[in-house]
């Protein structure tokens, strides 16, 4: 009896497990036979690439519009750099932008070496250095000229003493002077050396062109004389200029009409003056011997 109680037990189990089967199967066998649907026909169209119901169409322009949406963010945050907006058109190889010009870093002086180094004045840029320009020097942060600069005569600090210049970067004293103990002079005007070092003129002299003379101040030197020549009649304009007898010197000229000498017609006379002269001098004669 209990075998037999087993035996329907176990018929029931296979039977169970037989009916399950042959229903998967059924069903596999009516998916396989159902016609495709469009969906998944074009599902398997496109490589693979499923889109379901109206999401296949709606939902692909919107996407598309949210694409190009987030291109055109990604492209305006790359086209910023540094808060500055990059402006069109290519600089050369030796130019670079800056404020929307192109620039040579190497020559520019308000963009030397960077965009925004600005030289400051007086200096110009040279291979990205602000420098003085050519023929000057940097001293103490200004530019100098050292051939002519008696503070910085020939090199930075040099300085020369006040009696000198610099002339051709060393310090020398001026045209026309040389050095007497250790001081420029002017030999042509100085009286301590008159034409030489050491040569000095009287207490009444002065050096002039070089030689010592009679120092007349306001008046004039006629043969180591001093003189005014606008009222001095021996030299009257000038030295040696003498008026002639009966006239004055006055401003420099002489002026006035000179006295003749006895027995001589006076000054200026002569050829038919000189004749009525001496007819009249005759008459005066006549006269007197009545």
Not at 14 to 32: D, K, P, T
Not at 160 to 189: K, P, W, Y
Request: glycine letters at 18%; proline letters at 2%.
């Amino acid at each position: 009896m209990r075998s037999a109680k087993w035996y329907v037990i176990a018929l029931g189990l296979l039977l169970a497990a037989c009916s399950g089967e042959i229903e998967e199967r059924a069903r596999e066998s009516s998916v396989s036979l159902a016609p495709p649907s469009p969906s998944s026909a074009a599902g398997a169209a496109g490589g693979g690439r499923v889109v379901a119901g109206a999401g296949a169409t709606g939902g692909g322009k919107a996407g598309a519009a949210d694409a190009i949406a987030a291109a055109g963010k990604a492209g305006a945050t790359a086209a910023v750099s540094g808060g500055t907006t990059q402006q069109t058109g290519a600089c050369t190889a030796v130019e670079t932008r800056c404020g929307g010009s192109c620039v040579s870093l190497a020559s520019d002086a308000a963009n030397c070496g960077g965009c925004g180094k600005a030289c400051a004045a007086g200096l110009s840029c040279h291979e990205g250095l602000c420098r003085c320009a050519a023929g000057f020097d940097m001293c103490e942060g200004s530019c100098v000229e050292l051939s002519k600069d008696p503070k910085n005569c020939g090199e930075c600090g040099a300085s020369c003493r006040a009696d000198e210049q610099c002339i051709a970067g060393a310090c020398d004293c001026a045209v026309g002077q040389l050095v007497c103990d250790g001081t420029c002079r002017d030999l042509q005007s100085d009286r301590s050396n008159c034409g030489a070092c050491g040569m000095s003129c009287e207490a009444s002299d002065k050096c002039e062109r070089g030689e010592c003379t009679l120092d007349c101040g306001e008046l004039t030197n006629c043969s180591e004389t001093c003189v005014d020549t606008a009222t001095d009649l021996a030299n009257c304009g000038e030295c040696g200029n003498a008026c002639a007898e009966g006239q004055r010197c006055q401003r420099g000229r002489c002026r006035g009409t000179p006295t003749a000498a006895a027995g001589s017609p006076a000054a200026g006379s002569g050829g038919r003056n000189a004749g009525a002269a001496g007819r009249a001098g005759s008459a005066s004669s006549a006269g007197g011997g009545d």
